[in-house]
């Protein structure tokens, strides 16, 4: 029986390690994203916001990265460069900060893409019903507009390298969790009704023609996730 206790302790933990991670990583999606739209529409104060927003609860996660001291590292770098360019506001037009930039968030993406195993998110990521369903559908939109965001950097960022994530299938993904939800829930049929908007933009993400309506977008849509968020 004490077995028994010990396998259902290990499992809870397993599960929120999960979820906490999905938080962790729509946090740093989420900042990637309004890192690049201060320095694309040149130190819009309410992008600033949201980034300090974030950073300034960066240590929050530092008991869930105490076993991943890489990520927790380059987590913490990456915070102090964005601080110090909030700081300085000359810094948003330094080419040479932004390609540093782009190189850490580029080791932080592969680092957490090693660390995060498909295996981490278990039968009830798949429930439409469940809160983490909705959570992982929030990191696969973030990661998304991260992808987006990252042609508009003017120091070069991914570009249309090889290691440029598969934008087209991201979106389909994301369509297919929004067509399987709870139809009658209004604040996600706002979301679904936002996205098919959306969609049309990210799927010329070459033509990077409209980044301030996405954003507008996914502000509307992240309202929405969370009020149903409250609700389950």
């Known amino acids: 029986m004490r077995s028994f206790y010990a396998v259902l302790l290990c499992l809870i933990s397993t599960l929120s390690a ?25 130190g819009e104060k309410k992008y600033k916001t949201s980034i300090i927003s974030i950073a300034s609860k960066a240590s929050d996660y530092d008991e ?14 990456l915070v102090g460069l964005v601080n110090r360019v909030l700081d300085d506001d000359s810094n948003i037009r330094n080419v040479n900060t932004q390609s540093h930039w782009e190189v850490m968030i580029g080791n932080l993406n592969r680092t957490l893409k090693e660390e995060v195993e498909n295996g981490s998110y278990n039968k009830t990521f798949e429930d439409p019903k469940s809160k983490d369903y909705i959570r992982l559908l929030s990191l696969r939109m973030e990661k998304a507009l991260a992808s987006y965001m990252s042609l508009t950097n003017s120091a070069g960022g991914q570009g249309m390298s090889a290691d440029f994530p598969d934008l087209d299938a991201d979106i389909a993904e ?30 010329k993400y070459n033509t990077n023609t409209a980044p301030y309506i996405v954003l507008h977008g996914y502000g509307k849509m992240r309202t929405d996730l969370n009020a149903h968020l409250t609700s389950l």
């Open 18 to 42: 999960a979820s906490d991670l999905i938080d962790f990583e729509t946090s740093a999606n989420q900042m990637s994203s309004y890192y690049r739209a201060y320095i694309f529409f040149d």
């Open 174 to 203: 994301i369509s297919n969790m929004l067509a399987a939800l709870d139809s009658q829930s209004a604040s996600l049929n706002r979301v679904a009704k936002k996205w098919s908007f959306v969609e049309k933009i990210l799927v």
């Open 64 to 77: 869930l990265l105490s076993d991943k001291p890489q990520l927790l590292s380059q987590w913490h770098t």
